[in-house]
């Protein structure tokens, strides 16, 4: 005999043709670029879950790799040893009617006697799990467990025109069957013998293996998602708190702070949010301290123009009205209406001042210090003098670069403001402290000082320590500030000492000119 061939069952067909054995081929390599800290946060769980993916797809290809080698295996070694028992169990029958010939003496035995002792070898094999059919041609001889054969002509027909021995694998109810098929001639005629064989077992324990590993599977990737989905939400949860501080950012909260937490990038991220919060929030501040200024300097301005122009508008209409004025309430009335308008127009000045230090270009030139001091003190001493006060004024050799006029009137204002601070007979001391990159003018009065509370507000546009006195001055309160805002220009530094009944010290720190004449 030729060696069996195996024609595959229909279930056989759908187990090893399923989508497990349709699986593409998976390759598993990290990119070059996946450094250790690149990996930290989201790119870690997507290369661990890429990673999990691909062993668990690697096991399970592995596991369906073995069981259908192993199945396959058991399979063919069933088919052996079937075929086998086929071929003893045709040698079995030729032997029985090889014997019985010698028994009766005959050269053949007529077909009647072999058909009978078929049928009686046949029927000896019945109740054993095991079916069994021959054939003359297309005859049916005997049969036993062989009902099924009926409905499988094509391989009933395949081994009777080839006479070699065949094999086939069909599903019968719930038992799936083995059938061999074989020529076998005996007394000069040719008979076919089928024989059937039950290898259910094999196949349900093959579906068994299969269930299991579809289920640890599946349990597999179950857990595996779990495990992904837990620790995305974990890397993530910082970033969910970022998201929600941002929101009570937009919303106007800037007094919020995130904890730091997490990778380094969300540590990171977490850091650059925390300070552009405080920068958001420093600047909301300021632009409040601006408005608030300027609401201040818009409330000042008209309660501090209000005062004279409604003085110089009462003592106009008492003029106009009043048939009869005496000279003396005249001058008096001139006088009150002069100095009101003295007022006003320093005060315009002052604004004018004001506005256009931080708008015109500054004409910078190089000047001693010396030289500057001596036209402020020429200019200063007729007033002075007026007021019985004195000027002492130390200066250094030292050279400076600033715009003449603007340092003169900055000069100008904090002598003017040591002037309306002091009494009679008091002396006033401009002098000058010279460093290595700095020189430091200071102007010192020996006036009533101040309080401070006051040196923090004394450069806010239109406050006066003292407002009576400061009005009795013809003062209104813009100096410091237009101080302030000269000093900035050239990058100078304004401070102030003070302290109440013992005068008060301004001193400008301006860097020194960067070369010596």
């Not at 003085?311 to 005249?330: A, I, N, P, Q």
């Not at 001139?334 to 000045?349: N, T, Y």
Request: proline fraction near 3%.
């Amino acid at each position: 005999h030729q060696a069996p061939r195996v024609v595959a069952s229909p279930s056989l067909r759908k187990l090893t043709t399923g989508p497990l054995y349709r699986l593409p081929g998976l390759k598993s390599a990290l990119p070059t670029w996946a450094a250790p800290g690149f990996l930290d946060g989201v790119l870690a769980v997507v290369v661990v879950g890429v990673g999990l993916a691909v062993v668990l797809a690697a096991v399970c290809i592995t596991a369906l790799s073995v069981l259908a080698s192993y199945f396959s295996a058991s399979v063919e070694r069933e088919k052996m040893q079937d075929v086998s028992s086929h071929e003893y169990y045709a040698s079995s029958l030729a032997n029985t009617v090889a014997y019985e010939r010698i028994r009766q003496g005959q050269i053949l035995l007529p077909g009647e006697t072999v058909e009978q002792l078929l049928k009686t070898g046949i029927a000896a094999r019945t109740g054993t799990n095991t079916g069994t059919a021959v054939y003359r041609g297309e005859s049916l001889i005997a049969s036993t467990q062989m009902d099924h054969l009926s409905k499988q002509p094509e391989f009933v027909n395949r081994v009777r025109e080839n006479g070699q021995c065949l094999s086939l694998i069909i599903d019968v109810d719930d038992r799936t069957l083995l059938n061999i098929g074989s020529g076998l001639r005996l007394e000069g005629v040719e008979y076919y013998l089928f024989t059937a064989y039950d290898v259910t077992e094999i196949y349900r324990i093959y579906q068994n293996q299969l269930r299991f590993i579809s289920i640890v599977s599946i349990v597999f990737a179950i857990v595996t998602g779990v495990i992904l989905w837990a620790g995305t939400r974990h890397l993530l949860r910082p970033l969910t708190v970022v998201n929600g501080s941002l929101g009570k950012i937009t919303a106007g909260d800037y007094q919020i702070r995130i904890k730091e937490q997490g990778s380094s990038e969300f540590q990171e991220l977490i850091r650059n949010v925390n300070e552009m919060t405080e920068a958001i929030q420093n600047n909301v501040e300021q632009l409040r301290q601006i408005a608030d200024s300027r609401k201040r300097f818009v409330d000042s301005l008209a309660h501090e123009m209000k005062t004279p122009l409604t003085s110089v508008m009462c003592l106009g209409d008492v003029l106009l009205c009043k048939r009869v004025v005496t000279d003396s309430e005249r001058q008096e009335y001139a006088r009150i209406i002069v100095e009101d308008a003295k007022r006003l127009r320093g005060l315009s000045g002052k604004l004018l001042e004001l506005s256009i230090t931080d708008n015109v270009p500054l004409e910078l030139e190089r000047i001693s210090i010396a030289e500057l001091l001596e036209g402020v003190e020429a200019s200063v001493t007729p007033v002075l003098e007026k007021r019985r006060l004195r000027l002492e004024v130390i200066p250094a050799d030292a050279w400076i670069t600033v715009d003449k006029e603007l340092f003169q009137s900055l000069l100008y204002n904090l002598i003017d403001n040591g002037m309306k601070a002091s009494g009679e007979g008091q002396t006033l001391r401009v002098f000058c402290e010279k460093s290595e990159q700095t020189l430091t003018v200071a102007v010192e009065d020996q006036g009533i000082g101040m309080s401070p509370e006051e040196l923090k507000k004394i450069t806010e546009p239109f406050y006066m320590a003292d407002k009576s006195r400061s009005r009795k001055e013809g003062g209104v309160g813009l100096g410091l500030s237009l101080c302030a805002s000269i000093a900035e220009r050239h990058h100078a530094q304004l401070t102030f000492e003070s302290a109440l009944g013992k005068g008060t010290t301004v001193r400008i720190s301006i860097p020194l000119a960067k070369e010596d004449p």
